[in-house]
């Protein structure tokens, strides 16, 4: 099994809104390694997508990097991530977390996003208050078909994952 600080590759997944993104932000200041957001591959500023083929000549060219971590679930195309990953973390925080977390992001700029969200979608919110029962059963099943090299580091709140960074900075010191 890895030791996750000295892991090269790896992918932050879970609910929108359980905080990956700041999660991802901290592990990239910590381990120095190049952040890329699915996000950002997938929306355009002026809130259109790429085309699928767009969006897998990115990803590969990043697959094909030796260093980096992937922010976003994507799930269509987890299994090749997961090839390449040596650690997955994993949020799993309650709905109303992570509904909350979706809620305090509108209207302040982010780097994971190419524009300024001006509301919370109802659609959106749906897709949140449902994900543990309708994507994380199949997230989970996907995560469980990782190689075995693959550490799974599994968060069920943000000061789990707090902590985690504290302790990924002193065990640098």
Known sequence: MHQPHTAQRIL????????????????????????????MLWHKPDQTTATREEFDVELDAVLRQNRWIIDGNYARTLKRRLERAETVFLFDLSAEECLAGAAARIGHPREDLPWIERELDAEFAEYI?????????????????????TSLITFHSHEEADAYIETLKNAQE
């Not at 029962?133 to 990782?146: F, N």
């Open 129 to 149: 208050r449902r994900f543990p029962t309708d994507q994380l059963p199949q997230l989970l099943a996907t995560l469980d078909t990782r190689p075995r090299s």
């Open 12 to 39: 932050v997944v879970g609910c929108p809104g359980a905080g990956k993104s700041t999660f991802a932000r901290k592990l990239r200041d910590a381990l120095d390694l190049p952040l890329v957001y699915l996000d």
